[in-house]
C-alpha cells in the first residue's frame, strides 16, 4: 500500500451549540529534532469529585429548578473555586457544607464562570463540599446566531439535558470523571433515561416549583428502575422522581426526559435496553441487532469495551442527530427511522472507545477522540459496505473539511466552538481525514496495530496528540515508504524510514488543503514513453508524496510523487503509451484535497446546515453561491427549492425544482429527481391543481428510488392530495 508523509468549548454563548456529537450522513487531526510545544488546559485549583444533584424540570415554564451538593479536592493551595455553569442558569446562593452562606460572582467576559471565594485557603489535596442553588430557562429560544442546535432543552414535548450544556456546575470539561447521585423530577406523563444506574421504581412527588430541602439525605431516595415503561396520560398533574447512581468515576450527567417506553431486546448474546416513543417500539430489535454488528467489529479492532452492553435512546426533536455518553447513544427523533442509520450508530458507538474511554486531555486534544470516532464510522462503513461505500463516507468527510478549514489548525481546537460549524469542519471531518491520510502512509498492519494499543495504552486516561503523535512515531520506525518514487527528476531505489514529521506538521498545525493541477509532456523513450511533467499546488508549505495513476493502452501504471511547495517538477517512466489526459493525481483518494465540485458541495453544506435552523434566507444565499460556481448542480437547485417552499415562496420553489430536474447530477444525488416530482406535486395540491399534482406523484413512483422513503410519500399523496398543515 501506498505510504504518506478539542473538546470544546472556550466559552459557550448560551445553553446551545451544533456533535457530534454525531453528525448524520448524507445532511449533508526522536532524536535530534525540535518538539513542537504541546498545548495544555490551565490547571484547574479545585476539581469536582462526587455530585450530588437534585434537578425539577418545569415542562410549561421550560425551567430548570436544581440544587447540587458538590465535594472536591483541591489541586493546589487556594480559596478560589471556580465552577462552568451555563450562563442561561443563574445562581441563586452558594453555601458550604455546613450551610453558611459564601460569596460569588459570575465573569462577564467569561459567562460560564462561576467563582466563589472561601473564608481560608484550602491546602493542596484538601477537601471541601459545596452546596448551589439555582434556575433558568432551557429551551430552543435561547440560541445564538452563531450556534447550531441546543444542548439543553425542556419543553411539554420531551426534555434533555446533556453534559456540554453545563446544565451543573462542573470543573475541569472534557476530562473530569467524578461518581454521584442524580435525582431528576419531571411530569408524570415522562421517563427519564440517562447515565449511572438505578435498581426500582420512579418515587412520586408533591409537585414543587424548587427542588425541595438540601441534598445531604438524597441517597437514602429511593432509586429508578430504568425498565419501567413512563406513567400513563392520567398522571399528567403527578410528578414523578427518578434517581441515577454513578459507582464509577465516568464523565456522567446525561438525561433525555420524554414518554419513552423500554423494549429490552437481546442481539449476539447482549442485552439492549432500547427506549422509544410507544409508535416506534417495533423498531427496538433492528437497532439492537445493528449496533451488536458495530460493537462486534470495533471489540475486534480496537480493543473491548470494559462493558459490552449499551442503552439506546430516543431524543426529541431539535437537537443534535445523535450525541454519546458513558453507556448511553442517543438519536434524535428525526434520525429514528424503520431500518437504522448504521452510519450515525457507528459514530455513536465508536465514541464509546474515542472520547468516554479513551478523552482528550484537553480541548486543543480533540483530535484523538473526535476526529477518530468520525473515521471508526467509515472504517464500518468499509467493512459492511466496501470501497465503494468508504468512498461515499470519506467524501463527506472531505467535503465537511472545505466548508471552514482555514477557521484553525486541528490541535487549536481550544479556539473553536464547541460542535459549531467549524468546529465539525476542522475537528470531526477534517481530523477523520487525517486518519486516513495515516493510514495510507503506515500501511493497514501497522495502523491498526497503532490503534489497538492506543487504545490498551489510554483507556480509562486522557490522551494528548502528542502521546498519538509519539506512539505513531514508533510505529512508522517499522515502517519505510516506497522502494521507487520519482523526485525531480532523480529516480530513488532504496528503501527509507518513514518520517512523520512533515505529516503532523502539515496537517495538524497548519490550516489549508491543496489543490493540486498537472502540466507534462509525453515522450517516447527505447523502452517505452517517459513523462516529464511539474505538480502545482497552491500551499507553500506542502510536503507529501503524492501517488499519480497513468492511464495506458495496457494497464494502469502508478507512480509516486514528492510533491514539496507550490511547484513540484517530476520524471517519470512508463511502458504502455499514456491515454490523452490519462494521469489522475491521488487516484486512490489518499489525500484531503480540494476541487471545484467538493468546494461547492461544500458551500451547498452550509447551506443545508443553515437550512436545518430555520435560517432560510440565508441557506438561499448559499445556494446561490453554488449556482455561480456550477450553474447546473441539481443538488444546489433541489435545495434552493427546499429553502423556497418552506418560506411558502410557491412559484420560485416550483421553479427550482424545475431547474434541479433539468440539472446535473452524480449517483449521489440522484435521489433528487424523486424528491423534486414530490415537492413539485405538493405545490400543485396547495394550488388546488390536483390533476398537475398527481402527474407529478406518478413520475415520482416511475423513478423507483425509494431514498428517504420517497415511494411511499408519493403513494401516499396519490391518495390523498397534500395540504401546507400536512405532516
Do not use: C
Amino acid at each position: 500500500m501506498l505510504k504518506f508523509q478539542f473538546l470544546v468549548l472556550m466559552a459557550l454563548a448560551a445553553v446551545l451549540v451544533s456533535s457530534g456529537f454525531a453528525q448524520a450522513p448524507g445532511q449533508p487531526q526522536g532524536p535530534g529534532r525540535p518538539v513542537a510545544p504541546v498545548q495544555t488546559a490551565p490547571r484547574i485549583a479545585f476539581r469536582a469529585t462526587n455530585y450530588e444533584i437534585r434537578a425539577s424540570l418545569d415542562a410549561v415554564g421550560r425551567v430548570l429548578n436544581a440544587q447540587a451538593r458538590v465535594e472536591l479536592t483541591a489541586n493546589d493551595a487556594s480559596r478560589v473555586v471556580d465552577v462552568e455553569l451555563n450562563q442561561n442558569l443563574r445562581v441563586n446562593a452558594v453555601r458550604d457544607a455546613a450551610g453558611k452562606p459564601l460569596p460569588y460572582d459570575r465573569d462577564e467576559t467569561t459567562p460560564l464562570n462561576v467563582r466563589v471565594t472561601l473564608p481560608d485557603t484550602v491546602a493542596a489535596g484538601g477537601k471541601i463540599t459545596l452546596q448551589f442553588d439555582y434556575a433558568g430557562p432551557l429551551s430552543s429560544g435561547v440560541m445564538s446566531s452563531t450556534q447550531s442546535v441546543p444542548l439543553a432543552y425542556i419543553g411539554k414535548d420531551g426534555a434533555y439535558l446533556l453534559l456540554p450544556a453545563r446544565w451543573f456546575p462542573l470543573t475541569d470539561f472534557p476530562t473530569n470523571t467524578y461518581t454521584g447521585v442524580f435525582q431528576i423530577e419531571v411530569p408524570g406523563t415522562m421517563a427519564v433515561v440517562g447515565t449511572g444506574t438505578s435498581s426500582s421504581a420512579p418515587t412520586s412527588v408533591t409537585p414543587r416549583s424548587s427542588p425541595g430541602p438540601a441534598l445531604g439525605n438524597s441517597r437514602s431516595a429511593a432509586p429508578l428502575s430504568p425498565t419501567v415503561a413512563p406513567p400513563p396520560p392520567s398522571m399528567e398533574n403527578e410528578r414523578m422522581l427518578y434517581t441515577f447512581r454513578v459507582e464509577k468515576p465516568e464523565a456522567a450527567g446525561t438525561f433525555v426526559a420524554a414518554p419513552l417506553q423500554l423494549s429490552p431486546v437481546r442481539a449476539e448474546g447482549i442485552n439492549f435496553p432500547v427506549y422509544t416513543p410507544q409508535a416506534a417500539s417495533n423498531t427496538a430489535q433492528n437497532y439492537a441487532d445493528t449496533l451488536a454488528r458495530i460493537l462486534d467489529f470495533y471489540n475486534g479492532q480496537f480493543g473491548a469495551l470494559p462493558e459490552p452492553g449499551l442503552t439506546i435512546a430516543q431524543l426529541p426533536d431539535g437537537t443534535v442527530a445523535g450525541y454519546a455518553a458513558p453507556g448511553l447513544l442517543l438519536v434524535s427523533a428525526r434520525q429514528w427511522t424503520a431500518k437504522p442509520n448504521a452510519r450515525l450508530l457507528a459514530n455513536l458507538a465508536a465514541q464509546q472507545w474515542w472520547g468516554n474511554q479513551v478523552m482528550a486531555a484537553s480541548a486543543s486534544d480533540a483530535w484523538v477522540t473526535a476526529g477518530l470516532a468520525r473515521y471508526s464510522e467509515a472504517l464500518y462503513v468499509e467493512q459492511t459496505a466496501g470501497k465503494e461505500g468508504m468512498n461515499q463516507a470519506l467524501e463527506d468527510f472531505a467535503v465537511g473539511a472545505l466548508m471552514f478549514d482555514d477557521a484553525a489548525p486541528i490541535a487549536n481546537a481550544g479556539k473553536l466552538e464547541f460542535e459549531s460549524e467549524e468546529y465539525r469542519s476542522v475537528v470531526v471531518n477534517k481530523g477523520a481525514m487525517v486518519f486516513h491520510m495515516l493510514r495510507a502512509q503506515l500501511g493497514d498492519a501497522n495502523f491498526f496495530a497503532l490503534l489497538k494499543d492506543f487504545y490498551s495504552r489510554y483507556a480509562g486516561k486522557p490522551a494528548r496528540i502528542a502521546d498519538f503523535e509519539s506512539m505513531a512515531e514508533a510505529r512508522a520506525a517499522q515502517a519505510t515508504v516506497p522502494e521507487t518514487k520519482a523526485i525531480g527528476n532523480v529516480p530513488t531505489a532504496a528503501a527509507e524510514t518513514l518520517n512523520l514529521r512533515p505529516f503532523f506538521t502539515q496537517w495538524l498545525r497548519s490550516t489549508g488543503v491543496p489543490e493540486f493541477s498537472l502540466d507534462y509532456v509525453i515522450y517516447r523513450t527505447k523502452k517505452g514513453f517517459r513523462i516529464v511533467g511539474k505538480i502545482k499546488q497552491s500551499l507553500d508549505f506542502f510536503h507529501m508524496d503524492v501517488e499519480i495513476e497513468v492511464q495506458t493502452e495496457g494497464n494502469p501504471e502508478y507512480k509516486i510523487i514528492n510533491v514539496s511547495g507550490t511547484e513540484s517538477s517530476f520524471t517519470v517512466e512508463t511502458f504502455g503509451r499514456p491515454k490523452p489526459n490519462g494521469i489522475i493525481i491521488d487516484p486512490h483518494n489518499y489525500i484531503l484535497k480540494s476541487s471545484q465540485r467538493l468546494r461547492v458541495r461544500g458551500i451547498i453544506a452550509r447551506g443545508e446546515s443553515l437550512a436545518e435552523l430555520g435560517r432560510y434566507y440565508d441557506a438561499v444565499q448559499q445556494y446561490q453561491r453554488a449556482l455561480e460556481l456550477d450553474r447546473t448542480n441539481a443538488l444546489a437547485d433541489f435545495r434552493m427549492g427546499e429553502a423556497f417552499f418552506y418560506q411558502r415562496n410557491y412559484a420560485a420553489s416550483a421553479q427550482s425544482f424545475r431547474d434541479a430536474l433539468d440539472g446535473t447530477t452524480i449517483s449521489s444525488t440522484k435521489w433528487t429527481e424523486v424528491w423534486s416530482h414530490i415537492y413539485l406535486g405538493r405545490i400543485y395540491d396547495i394550488q388546488g391543481d390536483r390533476t398537475r399534482a398527481v402527474n407529478e406523484y406518478s413520475k415520482a413512483k416511475q423513478t423507483a428510488d425509494d431514498t428517504g422513503g420517497a415511494q411511499a410519500e408519493a403513494e401516499k399523496s396519490l391518495k390523498k392530495a397534500y395540504t401546507e398543515t400536512a405532516s
